[in-house]
């Protein structure tokens, strides 16, 4: 997933780098202030502005895919750049049943895509049921089957539904319940995965 870059990129002059390893491109700066990159062969081009015939800097609002060889993606840091990412909240200790545990705001809009969640220690004797509320109203309304739910012995869910209520607006927030714990071992230290795309 790409990340922003805050500062400046610094590449550090060499005369004469050595070939990288197999599978991995370097690049670096020349005294003569041009930007060069290096192949796993061993192969030299000068770095462009945006495509070209040799190695190239590539910038793109959204989502890039899979770079080409020589090729160094730079995200956006355009606001209304659009791509997956994820945030996590959860319970430490030991699970007991409650509602409107932990909360994750969200600071700008976004689309939620999908809830898993994991615990620490798995439930046993039943399973680990979840619900999942957008400002304390279940984001699951008319498919509650789609709740997170792990189960006996496991760790982590099994499938990641996508919610019936997937808009979340700038301040909107996310909070857990625990509607079933284990009834032997109550599963502990729960962490709830939440993946979204920002509108």
């Known amino acids: 997933m790409p990340r922003k870059v805050n500062d400046a990129l610094i590449w550090v002059e060499q005369a004469a780098p050595g070939t990288p390893a197999a599978g ?26 945006g495509g070209g015939g040799g190695a190239s800097i590539a910038y793109q609002a959204s989502a890039p895919g899979s770079p080409t060889t020589g090729m160094l993606w730079v995200d956006s840091d355009d606001p209304s750049s659009t791509y997956d990412d994820m945030q996590v909240f959860g319970v430490d200790g030991v699970l007991t049943t409650q509602t409107g545990a932990g909360r994750l ?20 004797g039943a399973a680990l049921n979840l619900d999942v509320n957008k400002n304390g109203t279940t984001i699951y309304g008319t498919n509650p089957s789609n709740k997170p739910s792990i189960a006996i012995s496991a760790n982590a869910t099994a499938s990641e539904p996508v919610p019936d209520t997937t808009a979340m607006a700038a301040g909107d927030y996310l909070t857990v319940d625990v509607d079933q714990i284990g009834s032997t071992i109550s599963g502990s230290d729960l962490t709830v995965f939440v993946r979204y795309r920002r509108t």
């Open 24 to 49: 991995t491109v370097v690049q670096y700066a020349k005294a003569d202030g041009l930007l060069y990159s290096k192949d796993d062969a061993g192969v030299e081009t000068v770095v462009t502005g």
């Open 105 to 124: 705001r969200f600071p700008f809009a976004v689309t939620l895509l999908g809830v898993t969640a994991a615990v620490g220690t798995a439930p046993t």
